[in-house]
């Protein structure tokens, strides 16, 4: 293996190592932020619906709540449903009724508390992320619950869009440093190769071939013994000449 290729060798693995380590770490947070993005929006439009039917849940005209709840589902990009405070659906951006008061997230929102977390739908077949928040009426006490689902397909693509920038970015980075690798692999390694083609004129008899000191220090180094060696070596031979002769 020549010293270029190993030279190469040894960047290219530093290179992955630090790649490796800071992309790791990247990509694990913009997982967690883009995921905690998404479920802060859900919060909030949540609340904004569960804010805006307290007074409608008092008065129980639910026309506005309908258009409200529709809206909301539009922005959301889900589906979004409110209940009474008995689980009963009151408006729902899907047009479906029935009772709700069995769902755990419902639940835990009608005693008060903000429900959040994943599941796997059987009915659309897919995994949903829910949020469930109180609806505080007049006089603070829990009138009825809003539920914002959404599928986290769009997330996951999000996740996988912003992986997937980063990982060319370290391919760029990757090309990048070995391009820079082989040019300095190169410039190390070609001072040696012109000496080693200057012992090789020596070798077949050329012995005034002198070494042209270049590179870094050691090369030059190297050149200069080479050329002394050389030099010594052909005051040798003249004088055996020189003794045979006489």
């Known amino acids: 293996m020549s010293l270029r290729v190993r030279l190469l060798a040894a960047f290219a693995y530093v290179l992955i190592l630090v790649i490796v380590a800071l992309e790791v770490p990247l ?3 913009v997982s967690r932020r883009v995921d905690t993005e998404v479920k802060a929006r859900a919060a909030a439009d949540a ?3 569960a804010a805006s039917a307290a ?3 008092d008065t129980r005209d639910i026309r506005d709540l309908r258009q409200i709840v529709r809206r909301a589902a539009e922005d959301a990009g889900g589906r979004v449903l409110v209940v009474d405070r008995r689980g009963t659906v009151v408006a729902d951006s899907a047009g479906q009724t029935g009772n709700y008061g069995d769902r755990p997230e419902i ?3 009608l005693d008060g508390g903000i429900e959040q977390g994943r599941r796997f739908s059987d009915t659309l077949g897919e ?3 829910f949020t469930a928040v109180p609806v505080v009426v007049e006089g603070g006490t829990v009138g009825g619950a809003v539920r914002v689902t959404q599928s986290v397909d769009a997330i996951d693509r999000r996740v996988r869009r912003d992986v997937l920038g980063l990982i060319g970015i370290g391919v760029i980075a990757l090309v990048l440093g070995l391009a820079f690798a082989w040019f300095l692999a190169g410039t ?4 040696l190769q012109r000496l080693a083609a200057t012992a090789r004129r020596v070798e ?3 012995l005034g071939a002198r070494a042209e000191p270049e590179g870094s220090t050691e090369n030059r180094e190297v050149a200069h013994a080479f050329n002394d060696m050389t030099e010594r070596l052909e005051q ?6 020189e003794f045979v002769a006489n």
């Open 27 to 29: 990509i694990l947070n």
């Open 47 to 49: 609340q904004l619906v």
């Open 127 to 129: 995994t949903l992320l």
């Open 55 to 57: 007074a409608e849940l």
């Open 188 to 191: 190390l390694a070609r001072p």
């Open 204 to 206: 077949a008899g050329d």
């Open 236 to 241: 040798v031979l003249v004088a055996q000449r």
């Open 107 to 109: 639940q835990g929102a």
